[in-house]
């Protein structure tokens, strides 16, 4: 069931951006209006990628928790509260930054978006004066520290704020840098969980695909750049989304949306792939957030040596 529901992921976007055309085939819509559903995906896309890869950073600080024996609940709400705001506030800076949208300079949504914009800074600095002060006086009444934990959540939260909100020339790379850690840690987990799962797994169990793949890193690694590259997620990419959205204008749309010129029937053909493509990542994401659940797979916790 799991599998079939993941599967909706590459059909969202398309639904999504065509949501309009199909409307304008009822009720004609002002010409604009027609990309508001790719806009709506774009952003809402955005979003949930950022909010996988914030959800990551959290299960991350989850387990240095669980490592160091950290249950009382209440420490639990402080951390993930703080954590929390520390990454969305410098994403929300990035993307109501002056930088982001020099065109409406001067008007009412770019005052708004100021307004935003040192809104994240104050409630950045402030969350994240308010976090240390609640772990001194934690220190102070003869609490323990998590070390680990503390560390990593000094590392990720500046570097979000550096690279989100504080000059444009380092939001340009925001894609490669919060992405590179992520898939870092990522494939980290997947490996060390497959290699203690599968190639250290008693004699009777060792066969199969699993086994071979994760025996094998440099294996592992060229199945991994296979399959990007099989999923249109590398080089190439973008040459196959033209072709495949010239060849929708010229066999689907030219009949179906007679309303669209030849330009803007390529675009939508552009833009249908590119969602369907981003499907793959959609599938990630909504498996993800349901495998990996330490505290309700007994097996899952020990081939992480995570206490359960």
Known sequence: MLFLTSLLAFAVGPVIILIPYAINMV???PRATLDWGWIAWTLGFSLYVMHHINQQHWGFVSLYKRKNGETDARERRVDQVY??????APYLAMITAPWSDPG???TGISLASEFVFDACHVIFVAATVAYVYHQIQLWRRGGTLNGPKLLYMATIAPLYYLTFAIDARFAAFWVFITATGHCAQYHGVVWAYG??????????????LPHLIFSNAWLYIVLGVVFALVTLQGPGAFRVQHEIGAWLQSSVFANVFGFLDPDKGNWLGIQLVAAMISG????????DSKIWKVSKNKS?????????
């Open 104 to 106: 409406h300079a001067g």
């Open 27 to 29: 009720v004609p819509l």
């Open 300 to 308: 899952l916790a020990k081939n992480l040596n995570v206490a359960s």
């Open 83 to 88: 954590f929390l705001t520390a990454l969305w």
């Open 195 to 208: 290699e203690k799962r599968y190639a250290q797994a008693p004699e009777t169990e060792k066969r199969g």
């Open 280 to 287: 793959v990542r959609l599938h990630h994401f909504y498996v």
